[in-house]
């Protein structure tokens, strides 16, 4: 008669217990390569645009490339993490600006904001277009969140009597946008053009 050996084997939640033990230090691993890797692309995409390359930003980060195509399968993938993480940003400094500063301080200080998140935008944005397009789900959400923090500073400054009733979130956008159109500036001549645009919204 034939024996069936039976191999005994650990309880269910045993396992379970092992296996999330193993698992842990690897998934903080992975999550700080991921935003060494996000941190990096930022970097080397404001100062290369297109041309940036992906063993450059695996390089600045201290990671080797197949750890970068493990987190990142292609650059497509690579470049929408920045967007994202970018436009998030920029919607928690609006709320943590509005709720703790006073408004015309917050509108200011949100203007420099807007500014530093469109230095990585302008690296991005054309390369994605041509990836997934204008209309895509992705580029469709950052410009309603952009929007949204615009409205939330001005109306901000507007009930408090500090800004120009007649001037509309589109307006400050084009405004500021504007600003980042003219190449690179001297941070002297920076700091004038933008308050400019300040003496230009702020009530008299």
């Known amino acids: 008669m034939e024996v069936t050996q039976v191999v005994p084997t650990p309880a269910t939640g045993q396992v379970e217990a092992e296996r999330s033990n193993a698992e842990r230090p690897m998934r903080a691993d992975a999550q700080r390569n991921h935003e060494r890797l996000v941190l990096a692309a930022r970097e080397v995409l404001?100062?290369?645009?297109?041309?940036?390359?992906?063993e450059e930003i695996a390089r600045r980060a201290g990671v080797g490339i197949g750890t970068l195509y493990r987190r990142f399968p292609t650059r497509l993938s690579l470049l929408e993490a920045v967007y994202r993480e970018d436009v998030d940003a920029l919607g928690q400094q609006t709320e943590r600006l509005v709720e703790t500063q006073e408004p015309w301080a917050a509108l200011e200080q949100w203007v420099w904001v807007l500014l530093d998140y469109a230095a990585t935008k302008r690296a991005l944005f054309q390369e994605?277009?041509?990836?997934?397009?204008?209309?895509?789900?992705?580029l469709t959400h950052s410009r309603q969140a952009v929007n949204d923090a615009a409205t939330a500073v001005l109306s901000n400054a507007q009930r408090a009597g500090l800004a120009r009733k007649d001037v509309e979130p589109s307006d400050l956008l084009r405004l500021v946008g504007g600003c980042t159109m003219m190449g690179e500036l001297e941070p002297a001549q920076q700091q004038r053009v933008v308050s400019i645009v300040l003496a230009g919204i702020r009530t008299s």
């Open 128 to 138: 994605l277009v041509d990836a997934v397009g204008r209309d895509s789900e992705m």
């Open 46 to 54: 404001r100062e290369s645009g297109t041309e940036a390359s992906l």
